[in-house]
């Protein structure tokens, strides 16, 4: 059975690499041809509308999906083909899209969870206490069953939970997804957080484009399982094509709605 890596080969190669990767879900292609990059204590958003391939991008990484072609690279060897848990064992841990809880474990077995794969146990009431300090609602409701939670509190929860395995990169998908724009800001605030603080380096993928590109250092856009479109944040949110389509310029409005109207007027990315 094939290892996770430990060293990484070259200091100078990301961390996490995606090459030429090609996934399916049964006789739909819903990855084609994917090359990605995340430099390690980076943080890089990869963004599109649903159905752009981007949960199915992060399943691959993660293990829960075996591509059909293509490398999945953690530390320059290769990842791909690994059952989910082997790698989350190996540090690349997956927080999904809908949260996911255990409805009906407490708010702090749910984070224990999470602990699954850690080999020394001396470590987690200050892993415990971090996690309670950055999100002092789960404190709160800390012997309250996970179902019972918002859908703010749930993604905490699931934040949380991956936080307790000690990620060496972070895969966040949808974090925004079903909240508030305030409990969006305070999310995305806590992402920051972890990545500054921890040296985390994280991948998320996310529709809100406008939140992402703030937080992020480097950028996706995917189209129909497609990158068409990568770089720095910075120049992602110059490029007017970015700015028209995603982040709601030029009077047409942001939204659901307001990406359908320009999405007809797109023509070909710049």
């Known amino acids: 059975m094939q290892a996770m890596p430990t060293d990484m080969s070259a200091a100078t190669q990301p ?14 292609n819903a990855i084609k041809g994917v090359n990605l990059d995340l430099q390690a204590g980076h943080i890089v958003a990869v963004l599109g509308a649903n159905g752009a391939g981007k949960t199915t ?13 293509g490398s999945v690279e953690f530390k320059g060897q290769p990842i791909h083909g690994l059952d989910p848990d082997q790698v989350a064992r190996g ?20 984070l224990m969870m999470g602990t699954f794969a850690r080999a020394s146990r001396a470590e987690l009431d200050a892993d415990l206490a971090r996690v309670f300090g950055w999100f002092p609602r789960l404190l709160e409701r800390q012997h309250q069953h996970g179902g019972l939670l918002s859908g703010g509190e749930q993604q905490m ?8 395995a000690r990620p060496t990169v972070l895969l966040l998908d949808e974090p925004s ?13 806590i992402v920051k957080r972890i990545n500054t603080e921890l040296h ?3 991948l998320v993928a996310e529709q809100n484009a406008a939140i992402a590109l703030a937080t992020a250092d480097d950028g996706y856009i995917m189209e129909l ?9 910075a120049e992602l949110m110059a490029k007017d094509d970015v700015k028209e389509f995603y982040l709601g310029g030029a009077g047409h409005g942001a939204g659901e709605d307001g990406r359908r109207q320009r999405w007809k007027r797109r023509k070909t990315w710049r």
Do not use: H
Not at 17 to 24: F, G, I, Q, Y
């Open 15 to 28: 961390i996490l690499a995606v090459k030429n990767l090609e996934t399916w879900y049964g006789l739909v």
């Open 57 to 69: 991008l992060l399943n691959t990484i993660a293990g829960v999906i075996d591509p059909f072609k």
């Open 91 to 110: 540090g690349v841990v997956l927080v999904p899209e809908g949260r996911q809880v255990f409805p009906f474990l407490s708010v702090r077995d749910n």
């Open 157 to 164: 929860l699931a934040i949380g939970r991956a936080l307790m």
């Open 177 to 189: 997804l079903g909240l508030s724009p305030l409990l969006t800001r305070e999310i995305f605030a």
């Open 200 to 202: 985390t380096s994280i």
């Open 225 to 233: 399982g497609r990158v068409v479109v990568a770089g720095t944040c």
